[in-house]
């Protein structure tokens, strides 16, 4: 293999002796000064986070909007939002020193969409803390002993939304490679750190076979759907259908047939997990599919009962649903990425169902049972500790995915004004997809805010918002709220012009 350095050295050979001397002169210099550096820097003590920090933010302060460049920016972002409002919206941008300098019915409440995760979002960061991870728990009354495990073998959830039937078989395989043959009992489902309906019932119920409107359940598993793989066969057989992972829970009728060129394939909710099948696939043709399942603690139950049963274990009893004992020993202790990690997925995709199981953990870590009215209570106390505004806050859901939220934009503007003025606040700027880039923000054109803006989208069939953070030209990184309701025009064009006129002050 080629060497550069090496390649470079033979270079030099072919050069004369005064230019090399003279080379060498110069490097010799160059490292005579650095060690000069580098040993009046020996003995010196670490520099301390807080001045870490401080040197940091020893950047120019950006200047203070004077009274015309904010007259100025309200002409601006008045005009770029005209031909998108209606009746009903609420805008707001606040400065870098936390000051409101642009305002429009900032304390009218409206439907919020997916911006509502911002509140859920902060919340957990400052609650749990950036670094909180969950786990899941394997356990039973005793070890296994010659292979045998005498009662139950326990799956104790505490909310996890990144919990994959991966990481199940990893367990199952961890019981085996130690020597597990047989359970004298049932797999028991412990999904006793939450409660309440899987489903809010808020939610519009024409959407309940659709990926984003998933059960809540502390015993979460590939964010409570199941993935049904369709494989066109011989044209006019019927395709095959394959459902990952493998559970008795999940029932279908009827089927897809191969077809010559048609693809409309259909599957729809019958009842509780049972899928009706329909339409065409064409001919060496694979399609995925994930819909939800429901009665989480029953359907995982049977995926790791059918887990242990393919791996070699025998289980006396089929799966139940039971409080663990106190005295349980750990035999499996699954711990998720850091909630930092879970906060930027929830951020980057709009994660509803991220954002729903985050909501009731808040409950959960004020000790309280894990019900959404008890992780809504969190929140609002939380807004509350931080003097963050509520005016006409109204939250059913943690993920905005309710039509019945309503919150205004100087709640959520406060919301990112507030992070960014406390030590943490560089966490949920970075969480949050950069537009134009990443994210649910991939598609929107910015120009001059491209590369300065990092923000979180919302969208129901009624309602668009945009809130997030802008590094402006001249005046720092502000923060702003922007929702409209029963828009007559294109909102998420109305966003884009608002932010890039705004970046360029």
């Not at 809540?216 to 019927?238: C, I, N």
């Not at 502000?478 to 409209?484: E, K, N, Q, S, T």
Request: glycine residues 8%; neutral net charge; charged residues 20%.
């Amino acid at each position: 293999m080629k060497n550069s350095v090496r390649y470079k050295r033979r270079s030099k050979r072919s050069r004369g002796a005064k230019r090399s001397l003279a080379l060498i002169v110069l490097l010799g210099a160059i490292a005579l000064a650095i060690w000069s550096i580098v040993r009046g820097l020996v003995g010196q003590p670490p520099i301390a986070p807080s001045m870490q920090r401080a040197i940091v933010r020893s950047t120019p302060a950006p200047a203070l909007w004077t009274p015309a460049q904010i007259a100025t920016l309200h002409r601006a972002l008045d005009d770029a939002f005209a031909p998108a409002l209606s009746a009903r919206y609420s805008l707001v941008v606040i400065d870098a020193t936390g000051r409101v300098i642009y305002a429009e019915r900032e304390r009218s409440p409206v439907t919020p969409a997916s911006v509502q995760k911002l509140i859920v979002a902060d919340a957990a960061l400052n609650l749990l803390g950036p670094d909180y991870h969950f786990h899941t728990l394997m356990a039973a009354t005793h070890a296994p002993d010659a292979g045998r495990l005498d009662g139950n073998l326990w799956l104790v959830g505490s909310g996890d939304p990144s919990l994959r039937s991966d990481d199940l078989r990893s367990g199952v395989r961890l019981l085996t490679r130690a020597g597990l043959r047989r359970i004298d009992g049932a797999v028991a489902i412990d999904p006793g750190v939450m409660s309440g309906p899987e489903i809010n019932p808020y939610w519009d119920p024409s959407d309940a076979n659709e990926d984003f409107q998933v059960p809540t359940s502390a015993v979460s598993l590939d964010d409570d759907t199941a993935e049904f793989r369709v494989y066109g066969g011989a044209p006019g057989q019927p395709a095959r259908v394959a459902i990952v992972p493998a559970s008795r829970d999940v029932r279908v009728t009827g089927a897809v047939r191969t077809s010559t060129s048609f693809d409309s394939v259909v599957i729809l909710p019958q009842g509780t997990n049972v899928f009706a099948l329909g339409g065409d696939i064409p001919a060496d043709t694979e399609e995925k599919f994930w819909l939800p399942v429901h009665d989480m603690p029953v359907y995982v139950g049977d995926v790791i009962g059918r887990m242990l049963h393919q791996a070699g274990v025998t289980l006396s009893r089929p799966p139940q649903v039971s409080r663990a004992p106190l005295d349980t020993i750990v035999l499996w202790d699954h711990r998720s990425a850091a909630l930092r990690k879970l906060v930027g997925h929830m951020l980057f995709v709009s994660d509803n169902h991220y954002a729903e199981q985050l909501m009731r953990t808040l409950a959960v870590d004020a000790g309280e049972a894990g019900t959404d009215a008890n992780g809504l209570t969190a929140e609002r106390a939380f807004l509350r500790s931080r003097g963050i505004p509520t005016d006409g806050l109204r939250s059913v859901d943690g993920s905005g995915l309710a039509q019945a939220n309503r919150v205004c934009a100087l709640t959520l503007a406060r919301i990112l004004s507030d992070a960014e003025l406390r030590d943490h606040g560089a966490e949920l700027y970075l969480l949050l997809p950069a537009g134009g880039r990443d994210g649910t923000l991939t598609h929107y054109d910015f120009t001059t805010a491209l590369g300065r803006v990092r923000a979180k989208t919302g969208h129901l069939s009624d309602a668009s918002s945009l809130a997030g953070y802008v590094n402006t030209m001249h005046h720092g990184r502000v923060a702003f709220a922007f929702m409209i309701n029963d828009s007559p025009g294109d909102p998420d064009s109305a966003f884009v012009g608002a932010v890039d006129r705004l970046a360029a002050f």
